[in-house]
């Protein structure tokens, strides 16, 4: 894919106008979960919320929200992605043995923040403190997080909702920076004749996606999505993960007082909420499945800080 | 990880005694789901199918079926596996703008085929020749397969069982190349109680997993697994996947006459039936949960041969 | 850098309407010093021939004859290259210690055969047989290569002439798919008053190298270079190493009647003669600089097929 | 390679107990060498000190000062490294055309800082200031450092000497620790009867590097080497490089009083001197070859930090 070569400073242009803001690590990070936990809202599902998730669905149709990712994915920063692939000790053609058997092989080599992905705990911290108070100097290290890594979070099995922001701003896609906060959030609710539930995955659906292999550097440059007031909001739904069919999730340019992907901070380090990115959000629209049954495993990577991934919606 | 240094002639000396077998490739790879298929038994996946599924749901558990991966795990070959962690212009310490925002970002380097994965029908050939008659060099490209690849692949939603062969041969771990051939399979499921069905993903369960961290190198040395005739029974049942808690899910040593990973050739490029590697069956063989819904989405990465997985079972 | 979609299909239209050639592997491949050795022409560097080199320094200017290795350098084939740079155990800023230690680490995930760089001799083969006899089945493995590995190259001192074939043709650069023969080596050896001496490394300047940047997709897909007659009589010359500012050495589109980078089948695995590609050979003409010390190490990578270099050229 | 799972805090202990030390940016960083200056001592070469170092060359001996790079290469911290071998275009067997062309392909996995390598003027800072006052934020990127990149550094060839320092303290290999200052340099240098001159490359030789392959863990643990006042006597004579067979060239544990890998900020950030690691002194020592050319030039890697290399002694 071709590199990113857009700074970070884009972004932060109107963000560092603003007077630094204090932070006691004491006071926002520790975990209602408690000071060992490492997994956030996952905390939020029970064999009773699974059941109830279930049961959401009706007539066994299913739906990839993942998208692919290879080598022209775009995609933030420096971020780049390969895949090789090799036949080891097959050189010389034929097969090996009596039934002569082939195989190939394949290589990863590239970030893992490509495409549709999760952001795990580790991810995103404030002043140095992630969550659960945790000092990126005490758990993070170069081959891998010691806490809060991915192989933490057990399967994510819940009630899904989608909420088609395009018919709420008449837009599609909805322009970059465009923010939705609690008013927008609640329109679409309303609209849709869904509620936000405790535990529940939030999927915004802004039409961004459809920019991807057709202006990349449009997509990857701003983006629709969750503004600060709107992130509160869906914190105090106790919502278990925020998606979107976008790169980030959040209003791009940043809204006026708005940190540096504070959004973030306010889901990941300050609530252990999961965010899910480039989610393929357009098929469930297209199909009014407002509320479906979600269900999440991804590869189980040994301190991963985020990983590559193709959640199931089922209705 | 410790490089794996065991050559594949290890596990040829039995086999390359045999004399060569000819193939005529039209008569055993054209696919009962038509010329352009590309995606094997997940034909098998119906609206149908996946209600009855998710109809299995009785209790709420949910099951994580992967394991981790990381430079430790034992892998076939020479697969290696590395993870690097960087913060992407936040050197000098400190946060991002005004909020403070510090991220770390994920990066891979190695070998797919490490830890609990699924091969895809692009993974094993006959011969030169893959699932559907696909010939290698039509479709294999060093960036990638040009056809067969895993972002085809749609959702795996099934009923899955798991059979407990330790409790059918009396040993835990099964010992290396002990085969499961249709008898074995029959005695395990006539003792649970349970039917293999049409589109089923049938895991076993071996103990064999119980290696890893302990003795590495027998681990990737050999294993229990299915038999070259149990291959063929799985297939006479229209399964979608056949997994185990081993490395490579078939009997290593290869039983007497079967040729190289000749159980791959039958369930993959034979009959486009996936195969699940290092399942995490234990647990689910510990609560006695022997039929459940079992679901399964990966990253999909264009032209990717196999997946790293964490397929979740919910009973 | 971009991927490179160029199949090798286009390299080979012409190359696949000639009658495919009989090889007798025991004709061609043995080596004139012996059944055992590794290194081909490196055997011609003794210390007299050192020696003679070494008088050739007249003025102590050097010359880095390689250029720069990044993400956009265009490359043949399915190569890509990418750099990371981390700061391992340095999170949350500040330095190490006392005296406030700050370091960068780097990282390379990426195809070797990228930027200036010399083929080793278990690079290329002929109906799978390499330099001296090796079949590739016995010393190719996926992790690096048994024999013919490039840390078995000793240091590469000789002496170096660069031949101005821009000068001879009159064109700069010199247009895709010109052939270097005998009558145009000749000619240019003849108008510089320089002599092709048996050991020497032999480098061509074309020109070509100046469309990289500018017409990237031209550049790698073609080039003007060594014909089949001329690698013949480079050989004849006992030359140490070929080389030229273009990415491979021979004239693309291959010559009427010649086979697929048979050029390089000549020198690498016929004549255990090395390859060096992308050499900045303009400064060295720029100061008719005809004739050189030439001196070059690279990193040993254990089992490697090529390495990234920069040779240096002092007069 | 085995993951290195030695932490930094192993080689911090004593360090983390003295006081910061105040660090002025503006006092130590200017470089003599003015403002824009980015290669430091590499300034010493000039034509003249080429002719002079070629004039050391009497035998035409050649001596590799470069060791070999794999995956078992014991390194530093998180580093880790792997090689793959791979055919493109090449699967099914057999070769490319008429003449049949077969070629491998090698890809990099892996920490450039795996064995002998050259530390460029990026690899180290003092409390976020690099050489030449350059603070990290404004130069080190993800994707490669916008200043001080090995790519800027000129072909380095120089008059080197090695010192036996085996010799002076009468063990080999040196025991960990064993600092050497001014005394046990001046020692060396009159025992063997040569001076240490402006521009020179000094190799200390202290038989560490015979644990590799024995004790591996001894052997990255710990190292004799350069101490504080070795390395400001080092720089007061103006030395272009300074190199051990060692992974570290400084005294590990650090010397009572000094900061973590201080002798590395004295000679990178502060004097703009390279450092030369894993350097095969050995033969050198054997042959009594105190002096020879120092020939080095390696892949210019755009925005690298350090170079695995393979530097060519004549004599």
């Not at 108070?133 to 099995?157: H, M, R, S, T, W």
Request: proline letters at 5%.
């Amino acid at each position: 894919m071709m590199q990113r070569d857009i700074t970070l400073a884009l972004f932060f242009a109107a963000a560092l106008a603003l007077p630094a803001q204090a932070q006691d690590p004491q006071s926002w990070c520790k975990s209602k979960w408690g000071a060992n936990d490492e997994i956030g809202a996952a905390n939020l599902i029970t064999p009773e919320s699974v059941m109830a998730a279930t049961k959401l669905v009706k007539t066994g149709k299913t739906y990839a929200l993942g998208g692919e990712t290879n080598s022209k994915t775009p995609a933030f920063g420096p971020r780049s992605w390969a895949l090789v692939i090799n036949q080891p000790g097959q050189v010389g053609g034929g097969g090996l043995g009596p039934t002569k058997t082939n195989y190939n092989d394949d290589i990863y080599m590239g970030y893992v923040g490509t495409g549709s992905q999760i952001d795990g705990l580790g991810h995103i911290g404030v002043d140095n403190v992630y969550y659960n108070c945790n000092k990126n100097a005490d758990f993070v290290q170069a081959n891998g997080l010691k806490k809060l890594g991915i192989e933490k979070i057990p399967p994510l099995v819940a009630r899904g909702i989608v909420l088609d922001m395009t018919a709420i701003t008449g837009k599609n896609p909805i322009p970059e920076g465009t923010a939705f906060n609690k008013k927008e959030i609640e329109e679409a609710t309303k609209r849709q004749g869904v509620e936000i539930k405790k535990g529940d995955v939030v999927l915004f659906h802004t039409g961004w996606l459809s920019l991807v292999g057709k202006e990349d550097k449009r997509y990857i440059s701003g983006e629709p999505g969750v503004g600060k007031e709107g992130a509160e909001y869906l914190v105090s739904k106790e919502v278990l993960a925020v998606g979107a069919d976008t790169w980030g999730v959040e209003a791009v340019p940043f809204e006026k007082g708005v940190g540096v992907f504070e959004v973030h901070q306010i889901l990941i380090p300050k609530n252990g909420t999961y965010i899910l990115e480039n989610m393929n959000t357009g098929p469930l629209v297209a199909d009014r499945a407002w509320e479906f049954m979600f269900v999440l495993g991804f590869g189980k990577i040994t301190g991963g800080v985020q990983a590559i991934i193709n959640p199931i919606a089922i209705r």
